[in-house]
């Protein structure tokens, strides 16, 4: 059976695609960020230490699924959050801040071990997604030096670690790759900072509107068929 993981107040919970609340994974609200792995028997995800204090940190963590065998994926000095599963299950992406205000991405295996960092860009690459033949990494990445961050999105090749903007156009947060690699649903600012969703080929033609909603809509996923 098929299975959603998301986060609300109190910390994980599992549902089933018709909205049947199924358990509660872990009760902490401090948690956030889920991402399941390939095989759907584990979750990663960003877990905050010190939340009541001035001088957070953030690791990336494994649980399994049954909310059990809580695993540290990194330890160390630097935060780190939005986490992503490569398509074989060995590896994880995920965005570390050295500073406390610039991300690179950071790629290591599931234990820990054998960590390098993947972008070494000027201001922040945050939302790393793997493609699903494993070969590239899609990102969004700030152009503004500003209090008020615009993100693009980008793309970079694991093997030699060349990079490139695709498309121009700025991007709230929230997107995936489609089943076949061929395509990268987004969410696109419009007006007064609402999102929309689109979808563009993975070299940045083709761009069309897929959600035509009076609101604001974002976070969108493809299923895996």
Known sequence: MSLLVYKDANGFVLTSPDGETLKKVVDNSYYSYPSWSPDGHWIAFTYVYSPQSNHQNTEIALIRS????????????????????????????????????????????????????????????????????????????????????????????????????????????????SPDGKQIVVTLEEHQKCGQIYVVDETGNNLRKVVDFPGCTESPRWSPD
């Not at 060995?90 to 050295?98: F, G, R």
């Not at 960590?115 to 699903?132: G, H």
């Not at 209090?147 to 030699?160: C, G, H, W």
Request: proline residues 6%.
């Open 66 to 177: 049954d909310g059990d065998d809580l695993t540290f994926v990194t330890r160390g000095p630097y935060s780190k959050s939005w986490s992503s599963f490569s398509p074989d299950g060995k590896l994880i992406v995920y965005a570390e801040s050295a500073d406390g205000h610039t991300n690179d991405l950071v790629i290591t295996r599931v234990d820990g071990s054998y960590i390098w960092k993947l972008t070494n860009m000027p201001l922040t690459e945050v939302l790393p997604i793997w493609s699903p033949d494993g070969k590239k990494v899609a990102f969004l990445h700030d152009l503004e030096s500003s209090d008020y961050p615009k993100y693009y999105l980008f793309m970079i090749d694991v093997s030699n670690q060349k990079w490139s903007q695709v498309g121009d156009f700025p991007i709230l947060g929230g997107m995936d790759w």
